[in-house]
């Protein structure tokens, strides 16, 4: 299928190009510097599961406060906007990827896990790097790859087509996607970034996340880079066991010492496993 095919498909289909309404005036409101946090709440309070969803992880062990948080407008103070951006569009996400696609070599589990690795590890990175928003860097983390699933649900028999030759010449997806699709997961995800209204600050990153691009140049795609390749190294593959290693750019512009990414890997482990339990709610 061309990508304009594919374009029109992943905007025809409720659920998947469209956030619900609710979804989306929060993500305008919480990029509006002028919004305040009451506003923000009185549109969440409209979404009874979003609220819910929201109060749940306001209340987990992932952010220290079991039981104490009774309304929409604490879960917002106690989390700061930008987690809650995190909760609302990991809500659309999940709903995503909790439809089944019709690829039969597509392992849903590992993906999923392979996005809070890349996730984590980008918060990780931003953190270190001092980057003025570690939430926005595990988001923009979390969906790199969000391509992958539109291409399991529309255009399933090409994707196995993929997966089965990745895992014969063990290469890499993306060489494969190319050469099957004339395209990649890359512009794939950039479709459902414009149908989201994903803000260009994500979209950027989203789009260079496979470029050897400096941090000073493009710092979250950098950052979400150099996330992927340590999820891939820490064991949260894709696709063949191919050698995943940072690009020397993406290394160097880092200038984070080798032996502190040993600890990292091992702290994204660590951390699946804890997001994992604030995001499934
Ligand atoms: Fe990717
Ligand atoms: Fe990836």
Redesign the pocket.
């Known amino acids: 299928m061309e990508l304009s095919a594919l374009a029109i498909r992943v905007a025809r289909t409720p659920g998947l190009g469209m956030l619900p309404q609710v979804t989306s005036q929060v993500l305008k409101l919480v990029d509006n510097p002028n919004a305040s946090p009451r506003q923000i709440g009185a549109l969440i309070e409209r979404d009874a599961g979003l609220a819910s969803k929201l109060l749940k992880t306001a209340n987990s062990a992932y952010y220290g406060t079991p039981g104490k948080i009774k309304t929409v407008s604490q879960a917002i103070s106690v989390m700061g906007l930008s987690a809650v951006r995190s909760v609302v569009v990991g809500q659309a996400y999940q709903q995503m990827t909790a439809v089944r696609g019709a690829s039969k070599r597509f392992d849903r589990l590992a993906f999923w896990q392979h996005s809070l690795a890349t996730a984590t590890a980008a918060r990780v990175l931003a953190k270190l790097k001092g980057w003025r928003d570690p939430e926005e860097a595990f988001l923009t983390g979390l969906l ?2 969000a391509g992958r699933l539109v291409m399991d649900r529309f255009l399933s028999n090409e994707f196995d087509q993929i997966l089965t030759l990745a895992l014969e010449r063990v290469a890499p997806l ?1 060489e494969v996607e190319r050469e099957v699709l004339g395209y990649t ?2 512009e794939v995800c950039d479709l459902l970034a414009a149908e989201w209204n994903l803000p260009e600050t994500m979209r950027e990153p989203l789009r260079r ?2 470029d050897d691009v400096r941090f000073d140049e493009c710092p979250l795609g950098c950052i979400v880079h150099a996330a ?1 390749v340590l999820a891939h190294q820490a064991g949260f593959a894709l696709g063949a066991p191919v050698l995943y290693e940072m690009p020397p750019q993406v290394r160097q512009s880092l200038g984070i010492p080798d032996a502190q990414y040993e600890g990292l890997k091992q702290a994204i482990v660590h951390e699946v496993v804890k997001v994992q339990e604030a995001l499934r709610i």
């Open positions: 790199h790859d993306i997961h890359v996340h496979h992927n």
